[in-house]
């Protein structure tokens, strides 16, 4: 089953990390957020992933071209038979990663749309390439097979942006800080059948999470997996310091690979 990971977003509440780079190529402890989120899928079993590349695409395709000689011991022998022999091996063995360039301007749907001829399995699974979570994406995956439906998406309680004061007067009775809000939001873990890509209509200018979402819902295709856990999208800078705080303090939720 293939895991389709969107990376072609400017990332511009970002841009003190992503002037020069995309914001999956932002670093978490050491990592870029992308590898996160490929570990995840891993510890899961999912190791075949397609990459939808745009704004400098260029440097997720280097990554992954020089991750053998980045990520392992090796000796060279230079000249006219130049050989490069590795030493040891690095632990994402085994991974397969298609890298698709689907254009600069493209949005979600559009970038969707454009890896179709990748997808040659009923069910593929979708996600974001600047988001962590602990969910475990095996019972995502087997809720998804229950219900029938086109498609499910991994639900979480959101969380406030700011604390909130509860006042009687001028007296402050309680404060809490970023409370959980009603409701669920998307957590942007998805399981698709292929189905789903004849709701990406619209071209490059198609907003996965607007029409087809919509449409999916109005058809009584889309289901909700209700994650009660750890999520966090990295879209501003505070954000991107404190996944590497928790990261830092071996305290990272998301962390579910040994």
Not at 66 to 71: H, K, P
């Amino acid at each position: 089953m293939r895991v389709v990971i969107l990376c072609g977003g400017l990332g511009t509440r970002l841009r003190e990390e992503t002037e020069f780079r995309p914001k999956p190529m932002v670093e978490v402890g050491g990592r870029p957020i992308l590898w996160h989120i490929m570990k995840t899928y891993a510890h899961y079993g999912f190791h075949d992933f397609v990459l939808c590349l745009g704004y400098r695409g260029s440097t997720i395709k280097e990554y992954f071209l020089n991750y053998e000689a980045m990520n392992n011991d090796f000796s060279i022998c230079l000249g006219r038979k130049s050989e490069i022999s590795y030493h040891g091996q690095h632990e994402e063995q085994g991974f397969s990663v298609t890298l698709a360039d689907t254009g600069l301007e493209c949005m979600t749907g559009g970038r969707i749309r454009k890896i179709r001829k990748y997808i040659d399995e009923d069910v593929f699974l979708l996600t974001y390439g600047d988001g962590v979570s602990d969910v475990d994406i095996g019972r995502v995956v087997e809720f998804h097979r229950s219900h029938g439906k086109l498609a499910t998406v991994t639900t979480v309680p959101p969380l406030s942006r700011f604390g909130i004061v509860e006042i009687d007067g001028h007296q402050v009775r309680r404060f809490t800080e970023k409370p959980r809000s009603e409701g669920w939001m998307s957590a942007g873990y998805f399981v698709l059948q292929r189905a789903v890509f004849d709701y990406l209509g619209g071209g490059d200018e198609c907003i996965f999470e607007r029409e087809p979402l919509e449409r999916l819902a109005a058809d009584g295709q889309l289901m909700a997996y209700r994650h009660e856990g750890f999520f966090y999208a990295m879209d501003t800078f505070r954000e991107y310091q404190h996944l590497n705080e928790l990261w830092a303090s071996h305290a990272a939720p998301w962390k579910v690979w040994e």
